[in-house]
């Protein structure tokens, strides 16, 4: 049996993939017909059942968000995209939007159906222009088609759509943040609660969710909760994408069931660079905390990786080998936390910065034992401790860094400097160029 | 000088697609970039008096974003990412020989205006790292050389395609316009998928063919 299963990936190999006559071609728009004949309470128990989790990074079971909107309450209801995809080493959004906008689309009209809402948003990251362009055409043709608008396939459902780019902020990632962009403010995060739930945005009940977990929800409708629970491990149904990025000899995108590990990705995509180890790797992106080669058999599902120490976040598998000085790596994640902070909360936006001027220090071997400790003390102070995980993030390299590869920052201060040489983990000779 | 009664009616269209006007500032600074090549005083007087906001309100959000730029940048903006994965893989090495290549460094133009450089974080294309970005097009899998190539191109008018994007490379202020929902009609142009993407359902297929 295969270990891979390709549904959202599964026809990106037509050179139309992204048009709405290939999407339908291949039964697209007919999960929204069906959902259409149920009544949304049906809807949502259907995904609910389905056991789907958010594939943002968090988790959450989609169905649960959606049953935690208020009904009739006589507000209006909101579903926002998070297209807003920005943690280092995550590019499976990007790609899946470039090649198949439409089972995005599809599973905005069905989980807007869901939730009572009548107008719903995609927020794209504003650095991904001709990814916009796709998203954009995939709207106008939905429109064209009856899809969106005024009583959607005659069942009297209206919804109007609308996308919105971002403007180059990491934090609005983050739901509350990506609210308050949306709404036209700073992208900085609010206090919870209230949850977007209950007050989101334009402090209306809202329903946030990652372009990957509303791509799946078509595919559920269409072939139905069992088929969706037969993949994947107990508590993590179904599908999802891997993107294996670094010193691989072939990254790439991998959907797979849920549960998959690194070990068997790595052998279907041909291992590691050749030549060279595997020394250390993230399981769902920079805030995760990093893993080595004794994690190569840990299930890539929510608890497996939860179990093992750290978060299966956007299943983002970024490899690094031998060559790579992990100092160099933690601090260049850690520079970016400092760069990302939105200011808001004193401990992310002040102690980021100190972080970032020790890891300096303990690069270029200027800094003493000590500061290990200080190193760690200042994130004991820093995680936990703001409005939203995005500090957290920042220290969870560092805490796992030094927890695997504490001999490497002793080596930079016995040494007085990086004993690594970074063209070794270059893909290219630099000489000459 | 104003923007011309066109403008100002694109300004309203962009304004209508939300259900709270202040919605709209992000679009209107995307508009105005594409008019005027980044945030100019103009753009942001008017944006406040159109959503009713004062210009401190709207130069906050603006000022937040780095995509917002207070000062013109190239008609080629061309942004090497230096984030941990790509830095390791050569984005660090692409950045240095670039910055020798224009003469310039992070966030300098050319004295001609015609390219202008930035670090950028993570743009979401790791399997294809190194990754750099023209006007926010995807040119995948660089390396110092085919750089040089790009930066040779871009000044004899003659870039090449991005990796994954349309079939010619547009100007900063073309893409502006884009980001502020304005179609310039060439979503179908370019590849549906890069090698990258279709790695793993290449070996599904000859998984399934054995």
């Known amino acids: 049996m295969s270990t891979l299963s390709p549904v959202l990936s599964a026809h990106w190999d037509e050179p139309d993939s992204f048009t709405i006559a290939a999407y339908k071609r291949h039964g697209g728009y007919g999960a929204l017909a069906k959902a259409l004949k149920s009544t949304p309470d049906e809807v949502i128990a259907l995904i609910k059942d389905s056991g789907l989790r958010g594939r943002g990074g968090a988790g959450f079971p989609t169905g649960n968000k959606w049953s935690f909107i208020p009904q009739g309450d006589n507000k209006a209801h909101y579903l926002v995209v998070n297209a807003d995809e920005s943690e280092p080493g995550t590019c499976k959004d990007m790609p899946l939007l470039l090649a198949n906008p439409h089972s995005l689309i599809e599973g905005i009209i069905i989980g807007s159906y869901a939730i009572r809402a009548n107008h719903s948003f995609i927020y794209l990251r504003g650095e991904v222009v001709h990814v916009y362009r796709r998203v954009q055409k995939a709207i106008e043709d939905a429109y064209a088609a009856g899809f969106l608008g005024k009583n959607i396939l005659g069942s009297g459902f209206d919804l109007e759509l609308t996308l919105h780019a971002g403007a180059g902020a990491y934090i609005c990632g983050e739901e509350t943040a990506l609210l308050d962009s949306l709404e036209g403010f700073r992208g900085q995060p609010r206090l919870r609660p209230p949850f977007p739930a209950i007050a989101g945005l334009y402090a209306m009940p809202t329903v946030v969710n990652n372009v990957e977990s509303i791509a799946s929800v078509p595919s559920i409708i269409e072939h139905g909760v069992e088929w969706f629970q037969a993949m994947g491990t107990e508590k993590s149904k179904g599908y999802t994408l891997y993107s294996l990025s670094g010193h691989v000899a072939n990254p790439g995108q991998f959907e797979a069931p849920l549960g998959i590990t690194l070990r068997q990705i790595l052998e279907l995509a041909g291992g590691i660079r050749s030549g060279h180890q595997l020394k250390f790797w993230t399981p769902g992106g920079s805030s995760t905390p990093m893993f080595t080669a004794e994690h190569l058999d840990v299930p890539l599902d929510y608890e497996g990786v939860s179990a093992a120490g750290s978060m299966l976040g956007t299943k983002a598998l970024q490899i690094f080998d031998e060559t790579t000085c992990v100092v160099r790596a933690t601090l260049r994640w850690v520079e970016f936390y400092k760069h990302e902070s939105c200011g808001k909360c004193t401990p992310c936006r002040e102690g980021t910065w100190w972080l970032v001027q020790i890891m300096k220090d303990l690069e270029a071997g200027k800094g003493t034992e000590a500061d290990l400790e200080k190193l760690l003390d200042l994130c004991d102070n820093i995680a936990g401790r703001s409005f939203c995980a995005l500090a957290d993030g920042a220290v969870s390299p560092i805490i796992s860094s030094l927890k695997y590869f504490r001999a490497e920052y002793i080596q930079h201060l016995t040494e007085g400097g990086c004993p690594f040489d970074p063209v070794a983990s270059t893909l290219f000779e630099t000489a000459g160029a | ?210």
Not at chain 2, 37 to 64: N, P
Not at chain 2, 123 to 143: H, K, L, R
Request: aromatic share 6%; hydrophobic share 35%; net charge negative.
């Open chain 2, 1 to 210: 000088m104003s923007f011309t009664h066109e403008e100002l009616a694109v300004m309203d269209s962009i304004i209508a697609r939300y259900p709270k006007k202040r919605s709209a500032v992000m679009p209107l600074l995307h508009y105005v970039q594409s008019l005027d090549g980044y945030v100019t005083e103009r753009g942001i007087e008017t944006i406040a008096e159109k959503l009713d906001l004062s210009t401190a309100e709207v130069t906050a959000v603006s000022s937040f974003y780095t995509q917002y730029k207070s000062e013109p940048v190239g008609e080629y903006h061309v942004g090497i990412c230096t984030n941990t994965l790509c830095a390791i893989m050569g984005g660090d090495a692409i950045y240095e020989s670039v910055c020798q290549n224009l003469g310039i460094k992070k966030d300098q133009t050319t004295a001609d205006g015609k390219i202008s450089l930035e670090r950028i974080e993570c743009n979401a294309a790791c399997d294809y790292a190194p990754v750099v970005m023209v006007n926010w097009e995807f040119y995948d899998n660089q390396t110092p050389a085919s750089v040089n190539e790009l930066l040779d191109g871009v000044r004899s008018g003659n870039p090449p395609a991005p990796t994954r994007g349309p079939s010619k490379l547009r100007t900063w202020k073309e893409n502006s316009a884009v980001l502020a929902g304005l179609s310039d009609g060439l979503a179908e142009e370019g590849l549906q998928a890069g090698e990258a993407s279709l790695l793993g359902l290449n070996i599904a297929k000859s998984q399934g063919s054995k």
